[in-house]
């Protein structure tokens, strides 16, 4: 690891540019609020850059970066229960400058998670783990603690409604 | 089915950051965040909590008492973090009481009531936002030691008891990683390796436990488990503790059908564990 911070800077940099889109992509579909999603991601990247500073090795980044995020999201999907602010959380939120050509970009993602609600809960989450997150069907089976074939099923059952929804659009 | 596999894939990878959020989340981090972070004025007696220096902290006590007397050391026991005498309570004053204690049990009963102790100055730390990073390093280097300490006395007991206080142990090290999860970035992470070595202790004392009692001697303190949660759950109606609960209990009750008597054990704990951490901190939060 280098040690100037100028390294360590350039180090983080190359990894958050790699790994902010799935983050946030995996944190935006499973709390539906684009706010509360940047809220999350600026957390897990503080952490990941505090972790960074300090001159720690970060063997697999990305494994880092999804526990970090899944754990900032349980936090915020039991925080917002309790009515507390991501903002309050992450010692202050920033703002971002929006411009009207974003606003059509960000409406047409928008859309997009909505449309997935349209898929049942059961199929959902697996089939974003198995072709948005990349998990294998072993590693999906590990993490939802279902044994493989029912997640084989779901997968097939799931792509079978995509199907009659796309369908229908 | 690939044609939707496809579809479905473009669809869903087609969200990502607009650029100007791209750079303001790394602007945020990079930029005014980390001036947020600096540490507030550190207490002049921090050198103390520096291991080379730590040598030296029965000689300071002897100092203290020559010089200043009873009057300082009694001022150091009630000051709470950002104090002037904060550090000096915690690396000296409280050395000196724990050699007061002479018994391995009052030693355990000491360095329990410093893990809650160090929990009750929550408030403190909402109230003087400014001592917070000064002050995260001195708590998480006394959680560890203090957990440590209680787990070395756990080892030289034998009973089921060391379930229930790893238990408590457990609630008290996870009610300091969430609050500090919630208020400092890496905060929580600071707590990861003792959390797991509880974590650890908990299974082996589990299994030693059920490899050593009969079927019916587990399933009657996995029984006794169960009406303690469910009186507990009785409380906490339409709490969104009790989704958390009645999920935990299928669990438990499919371990049960799988002869895994262990893995039910382990899920009790885990929800006992859930449910102490939670009044923990809530009673900080009424505080």
């Known amino acids: 690891?280098?040690?100037?911070?100028?390294?360590?800077?350039?180090?983080?940099?190359?990894?958050?540019?790699?790994?902010?889109?799935?983050i946030f992509r995996y944190v935006y579909y499973r709390l539906r609020n684009r706010e509360e999603a940047l809220d999350v991601v600026h957390v897990v990247f503080?952490?990941?850059?505090?972790?960074?500073?300090?001159?720690?090795?970060?063997?697999?980044?990305?494994?880092?970066?999804?526990?970090?995020?899944?754990?900032?999201?349980?936090?915020?999907?039991?925080?917002?229960?309790?009515?507390?602010?991501?903002?309050?959380?992450?010692?202050?939120?920033?703002?971002?400058?929006?411009?009207?050509e974003d606003r059509e970009e960000l409406e047409r993602?928008?859309?997009?998670?909505?449309?997935?609600?349209?898929?049942?809960?059961?199929?959902?989450?697996?089939?974003?783990?198995?072709?948005?997150?990349?998990?294998?069907?072993?590693?999906?089976?590990?993490?939802?603690?279902?044994?493989?074939?029912?997640?084989?099923v779901r997968i097939h059952r799931g792509l079978a409604q995509l199907k009659k929804i796309y369908g229908q659009n | 089915m690939d044609k939707i596999k496809q579809q479905f894939k473009d669809e869903a990878k087609?969200?990502?950051?607009?650029?100007?959020?791209?750079?303001?989340?790394?602007?945020?981090?990079?930029?005014?965040?980390?001036?947020?972070?600096?540490?507030?004025?550190?207490?002049?007696?921090?050198?103390?909590?520096?291991?080379?220096?730590?040598?030296?902290?029965?000689?300071?006590?002897?100092?203290?008492?020559?010089?200043?007397?009873?009057?300082?050391?009694?001022?150091?026991?009630?000051?709470?973090?950002?104090?002037?005498?904060?550090?000096?309570?915690?690396?000296?004053?409280e050395e000196i009481e724990l050699h007061l204690h002479f018994t391995a049990e009052s030693k355990n009963e000491y360095h329990l009531e410093r893990l809650h102790e160090r929990l009750d100055e929550i408030h403190t730390i909402r109230e003087k936002s400014d001592v917070l990073n000064d002050y995260a390093p001195v708590v998480v280097r006394e959680v560890a030691e203090h957990t440590e300490e209680v787990l070395r006395f756990g080892e030289m007991?034998?009973?089921?008891?060391?379930?229930?206080?790893?238990?408590?142990?457990?609630?008290?090290?996870?009610?300091?990683?969430?609050?500090?999860?919630?208020?400092?970035?890496?905060?929580?992470?600071?707590?990861?390796?003792?959390?797991?070595?509880?974590?650890?202790?908990?299974?082996?004392?589990?299994?030693?436990y059920v490899a050593e009692n009969t079927s019916e001697t587990v399933l009657m303190e996995i029984s006794a488990d169960i009406d303690a949660i469910s009186l507990d759950q009785d409380a906490r109606q339409s709490s969104p503790l009790e989704s958390f609960i009645d999920a935990r209990l299928t669990e438990v009750a499919e371990e049960i059908t799988t002869k895994d008597l262990g893995g039910a054990l382990l899920v009790t704990s885990d929800i006992r564990i859930e449910l102490l951490k939670r009044d923990l901190l809530e009673r900080e939060n009424g505080s």
């Open chain 2, 157 to 208: 007991q034998d009973s089921k008891s060391d379930v229930d206080e790893l238990v408590e142990l457990s609630a008290l090290v996870e009610a300091h990683e969430t609050f500090y999860e919630r208020v400092i970035p890496d905060g929580g992470e600071a707590f990861a390796g003792v959390s797991d070595r509880v974590s650890q202790e908990i299974v082996l004392e589990v299994d030693a």
């Open chain 2, 14 to 93: 087609s969200v990502h950051l607009v650029a100007r959020e791209r750079d303001s989340i790394r602007e945020a981090i990079l930029g005014n965040e980390l001036e947020k972070l600096v540490p507030a004025q550190p207490s002049p007696f921090s050198f103390l909590l520096n291991p080379q220096w730590n040598r030296l902290v029965p000689i300071a006590a002897i100092f203290l008492f020559i010089i200043a007397g009873v009057p300082i050391t009694n001022a150091a026991q009630q000051s709470v973090p950002g104090d002037f005498l904060y550090i000096f309570e915690v690396a000296v004053v």
């Open chain 1, 109 to 152: 993602q928008a859309e997009v998670v909505r449309g997935l609600q349209d898929l049942d809960v059961q199929y959902r989450e697996i089939l974003l783990l198995r072709y948005v997150d990349g998990l294998k069907v072993k590693e999906i089976a590990s993490l939802l603690n279902e044994n493989e074939n029912t997640v084989s």
């Open chain 1, 1 to 22: 690891m280098s040690d100037t911070k100028e390294a360590k800077e350039r180090l983080f940099t190359s990894l958050y540019d790699a790994h902010v889109d799935e």
């Open chain 1, 46 to 100: 503080a952490k990941f850059w505090q972790y960074i500073e300090t001159g720690k090795e970060v063997e697999y980044p990305k494994a880092f970066l999804y526990r970090s995020a899944r754990n900032t999201l349980i936090n915020a999907v039991r925080d917002r229960k309790e009515n507390i602010s991501l903002d309050e959380l992450a010692e202050g939120g920033f703002e971002v400058a929006y411009q009207e």
